[in-house]
């Protein structure tokens, strides 16, 4: 009913950009909180931001001051604007959303992930 579908990701050097963008696209009667949260080989599945109806933001302590999360809900889509970026940001990116449908049932959905890897 509910696709997410990030795109952005690829190979950057240590200090550089990237932005990530997650296109939501079914039975959509509305998006609420909108986040990405990032998977290392070895490591937990963590919250990397947030961003919620009503303009509500917040980041994991890591990415402050370097990452950026926007919505354009006229397109149904999350970004996720990565700066400054470090080795240890190297990671599969998932977007998830919690949609409420056009039957005005509300669930979360994932993203197929996408890979972002940055070199020292």
């Known amino acids: 009913q509910v696709q997410l579908v990030e795109s952005g990701g690829g190979l950057v050097q240590a200090g550089g950009s990237l932005r990530l963008s997650c296109a939501a696209s079914?039975?959509?009667?509305?998006?609420?909180?909108m986040r990405w949260y990032r998977q290392a080989p070895g490591k937990e599945r963590e919250l990397v931001a947030f961003i919620i109806v009503g303009g509500r933001i917040d980041y994991a302590d890591s990415v402050k001051g370097r990452f950026t999360i926007s919505r354009d809900n006229a397109k149904n889509t999350v970004y996720l604007q990565m700066n400054s970026l470090k080795p240890e940001d190297t990671a599969v990116y998932y977007c998830n959303a919690d949609v409420t449908t056009t039957s005005r049932s509300t669930a979360g959905y994932w993203g197929q992930g996408a890979q972002v890897t940055v070199s020292s």
């Open positions: 079914g039975s959509i009667f509305r998006l609420n909180a």
